[in-house]
DNA sequence: CTGAAAGCGCTTACAG
DNA sequence: CTGAAAGCGCTTACAG
């Protein structure tokens, strides 16, 4: 690979010369310039970046912590990161934690020493600390979907809203016995829709039922076992309200195999809809989030904070985002 | 962030003596050791890693090139990848191309300058010149799932004997007009499903029956459409292969929507089965790959690669793991 | 067993 | 408008 001596040899002038004239950082006599363009375009000279991180102090890298991609919601929110990191010259490594604290440290770790110039995190919660620490050192952290920690800029949903809308769709429906599979709740998000959820079942009068297993909660297994547990519990439930779409299919599932029909029997909803939802023998109601938009907003956060003057740092600031409800055949 | 330089003050010693103590790249006195994990231990030493990678040519970072994430294979597939790198201390960073081959080479180009040791691409195709000139700089480059290049290492699976043993085993059911939804004949794997399909189905004496649609080919749309059209010009069809998942679940779809019986009246299944398949109302019978230990293995001969010694480095090799069938509800 | 020096490829004050 | 020099934080021959 040419390197920046080898242009400036060809070139005929100093290193730092070519420097200033490939970054457009300060005047370059026009002449100069253009014999420095020939030579770099002769030479296909391509700038060192890691050179260039060691030298500015600056990665041009995002690390993007998340739980997991498969079938959630997040694939979709990394492309609105993504999208806009290379916007704006950012690289984007990402990392799965599994809802695994401990991976989750570990990650957190190599991102940290691997000198990433920001994190995006759905965090499990658990390594505020760490976080925290991280943030000290000037690298900004971005909370996504998971507002866990105070003191560290986020880009959520409204969840509550999600909970107590779902409820009251369902009620006018002619829903008068609706579960809701509650999910994790030391996880703002399924904490939030639960707190809806109570609301709105408080203000019509119904009865609170709820349902969740031992299961790892953002998957298939964890809606059909708790949908199981429901309906085995209250024989008369005419709704089911899935934290997330994986749940939902749970739960259509368990519909199916007990021969309860859809929607007439029983209605199905999530209130974490992605693209799965549509593409179902049945399609699944849901509150979708605009997930690209609020990676989107994420990156910008962390690159806003990255260009901003040193003297003028943006301070936390938390974004909530609201989700619309889209009407399909499970209800 | 403390330095090296700051240890080494620390402990009383030079930078090298620390380098070679923290590194165990050579003998250090027992006793000096001792003084320099302290000190490092003391001030939170974490080396820098780009320092490192500037000095030694090596970032430690292999860059993954994918079609996409969501609803596909890849994601399994991707996480064999992050858990054998891991494993060997790389990071690694995703690119995601929509199968758009501008964007792949505007990717790679991005990965190159970027500095990365490696790279496993599921490839266009489109951009053959570009890989092998990466690769004639020395880096190592595994196609995965797609061997499109010749001269490029490649991790693949045995596609023709997928489409063969599908129809095979459909034929053993009963069905007698079996349809295939082609594919993108450009991409490899989708050409050898066809291929394999084609040779049981001559085998059988049965009648070629395929079809496809404009749309993005690892789609819902794509597999709603051509089942939709194999549906319209064959009436008497009792079986549809899709390529992919996500293929299968716009086949069912479809057939839903027709009114016709799944698997009495039409049987599908899938030649790429992946956890989607599980969580389905009528849930799908599909091949599956051994998605995982593809990944790892793509990402071993990376690492095999870069660990070896510079005069023995290994050369061209091809994998190709078998697929099984897994029978389910849709046949 | 350890130190001093060079250098990876850049950027950026500092002169002139 | 451009050059010379310093330095980012490491690693690694080279001496001794």
């Not at 498969?70 to 990394?78: A, D, G, R, V």
């Not at 179902?280 to 690209?292: C, G, K, Q, V, Y």
Request: glycine share 8%; charged share 25%; net charge negative.
């Amino acid at each position: 690979m040419a390197t920046l001596k080898d242009v400036a040899r060809l070139a005929n002038v100093d290193v730092s010369t070519v420097s200033r004239a490939l970054n457009n950082t300060s005047y370059v006599h026009p002449e100069t310039k253009e014999r420095i363009y020939a030579a770099a375009k002769e030479l296909g000279y391509r700038p060192n970046v890691i050179a260039r991180a060691l030298r500015q102090g600056r990665s041009h890298v995002i690390g993007v912590v998340l739980p997991r991609l498969h079938l959630t919601i997040f694939s979709e929110i990394l492309q609105g990161i993504e999208d806009e990191a290379q916007k704006h010259g950012y690289m984007t490594t990402v990392c799965v934690t599994e809802d695994d604290h401990k991976l989750e440290r570990d990650r957190l770790a190599r991102l940290r020493d691997s000198g990433v110039d920001g994190i995006i995190i759905a965090a499990t919660g658990r390594n505020g600390r760490i976080l925290r620490d991280i943030r000290a050192t000037g690298v900004p952290v971005v909370q996504l979907v998971r507002r866990q920690e105070q003191g560290l800029s986020s880009v959520i949903a409204d969840y509550e809203a999600c909970g107590y809308d779902a409820v009251k769709y369902l009620y006018e429906k002619g829903c008068r016995s609706i579960g809701l599979i509650a999910g994790a709740q030391h996880l703002m998000p399924y904490r939030g829709r639960y707190e809806g959820y109570k609301k709105a079942v408080a203000e019509l009068g119904l009865e609170e039922i709820t349902g969740s297993c031992e299961r790892e909660v953002n998957s298939f297994g964890y809606g059909y076992d708790s949908a199981n547990l429901l309906l085995d519990d209250n024989p008369e439930l005419d709704a089911i309200i899935a934290a997330v779409d994986v749940q939902g299919l749970g739960a259509i599932r368990a519909a199916a195999e007990r021969g309860l029909a859809i929607p007439e029997r029983l209605r199905i909803m999530s209130l974490t809809g992605h693209r799965v939802g549509r593409m179902l023998e049945t399609t699944m109601t849901s509150m979708e989030m605009p997930a690209f938009d609020m990676g989107a907003s994420a990156a910008q956060l962390i690159i806003d904070f990255l260009e901003a003057d040193p003297k003028f740092k943006p301070s936390e600031r938390n974004t909530s985002f609201s989700s619309t409800l889209v009407e399909r055949e499970t209800t």
